[in-house]
């Protein structure tokens, strides 16, 4: 008999847990509590156009999730647009930094040649850098700090400012004197390290959900499996050899679960069941992306640009990314990220997008941008776990055999991206494919 796997949540974690059970020819029911799949990398509509909870970036490191896409039927050739890594600032501010089409590491030691913005000591520095983090091969006897990090390796002020804080921020969403610097490292190891092909960095050209998610879904429903949206599972428990699940007013039987939810929420149905002190442990970083809707015409030079955030000065904003350049259909409309953003938020979001009009007017010299025709700020609270040092992460719980965790929570090593979450829903369901045959 074909075994049934109850796989609950249906962000990348869940589908890509539920796409790889499929099919390996499991029947599979995937229950989401929202009405739309993708959980924090999801589609939403905002004044008719369809966009993201949060602008997202990807890396050509994210390998699961390119792997699945095709194997769902998106190309990601024509989904993302496809850049060589960089960091650049708005035109005569800050750095100029864009990775060379020539094979690594060559690409890097280029590009670093030809950057602006940069003086001969920062670049010997991060030469120095990279050359020590190769020896060490990326690995820490003690993990410590980002800061403590750059402090021993002697990174000068700028470096810290234009490059290592904006990184660190971008990929941990944790602030450097809180980061773990082992995480930190293995993703340099894995995008920098790495081929050329790996440090590209990929910005979506459809929402997040049609991304993945939506066929993901569609193809686990191709597989003879179920997809149940607007489902929240409120209970599980053991029952003879096998689960049984209850959403409001239903009762369903699985001989498997994997549990793909967020963090509090296998914390609440894991509770009755086995401890949950790990789960409770980790703590999470908010994350606020401002949508500004200009004339359609108005463009950036790049598609997206780093920003030099200054709350002293109002401006909180970190990345901006022009989605005309992305999607026809978004022109003139930029998305602008402000990570681990508790700060930027406090004073409402109104302010907020105010004051990175003024922000995006005052970087790019251009005033008219201080006059969005429309403004929408998406703050996602609970947009990740706090990324800090020795963290240690929430494993399947040995007492509830069959019953495998998933989330981005869970990778080991990683932070909180859509390729942790990726991975951690294929190695739960190979755990589970594996134990059961
Ligand atoms: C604003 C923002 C920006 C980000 N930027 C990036 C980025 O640039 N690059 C990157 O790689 N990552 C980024 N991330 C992180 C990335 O989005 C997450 O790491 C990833 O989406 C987590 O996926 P997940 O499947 O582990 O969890 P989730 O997405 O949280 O999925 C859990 C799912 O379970 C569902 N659920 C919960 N409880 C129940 C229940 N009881 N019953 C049924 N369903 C339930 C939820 O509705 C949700 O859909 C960002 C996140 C945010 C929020």
Known sequence: MTLHTAVIGAGW??????????????????????????????QVTV??????????????????????????????????????????????????????????PLHLAIALWRASGLSRADKLALMRFSSAARWMDWRLNTDCSVTELLERFNQTDTLIRLMWRPLCIAALNTPPDRASAQVFLNVL???????????????????????????????????LGQ???????????????????????AIHHADQIVLATDIGNAATLLAPLTDVTALQALTHEPITTCYLQYPPDRRLP???????????????????????????????????????????????????????????????????????????????KRATFSCTPGLLRPDSPASLPGLMLAGDYTTIAYPATIESAVRSGVAAARALLARDG
């Not at 890396?59 to 699961?64: C, F, Q, S, T």
Request: charged share 20%; glycine share 8%.
């Open 189 to 223: 190891k894995d995008s920098l390290g790495a081929r050329r092909a790996d440090s590209d960095m990929l910005l979506p050209r459809c929402d997040l959900s049609s991304l993945f998610p939506n066929q993901a879904a569609h193809f686990v429903e191709q597989h």
């Open 227 to 249: 997809v149940q949206t607007g489902t929240r599972i409120t209970a599980i428990n053991r029952h003879d050899q096998g689960w049984q699940l209850a959403s409001t007013g």
């Open 47 to 104: 004044q008719g156009l369809s966009l993201d909870n949060g602008q997202h970036i990807l890396l050509g490191a994210y390998r699961e999730s390119l792997r699945l896409m095709r194997q769902v039927g998106i190309d990601p050739d024509t989904a993302l647009l496809r850049l060589p890594l960089q960091m650049r600032y708005p035109p005569g501010t800050g750095m100029d930094f864009v990775a060379a089409a020539l094979p690594a």
């Open 302 to 380: 790049e598609p997206f640009h780093a920003l030099i955030d200054d709350p002293e000065q109002q401006h909180w904003g970190q990345f901006v990314f022009d989605r005309g350049q992305l999607d026809a259909r978004h022109d003139g409309l930029f998305a602008v990220v402000v990570s681990v953003s508790t700060e930027a938020i406090a004073a409402g979001k109104a302010a907020l997008a105010s004051a990175i009009a003024l922000q995006l007017a005052h970087a790019f010299s251009r005033p008219e941008l201080t006059m969005p025709i429309w403004s929408q700020v998406i703050s996602e």
């Open 13 to 42: 974690a869940g589908c890509a847990a539920a796409v790889e059970l499929a099919a390996a020819g499991r029947r599979v029911t995937l229950f989401e509590a929202a009405r739309t799949p993708g959980g924090r990398a999801r």
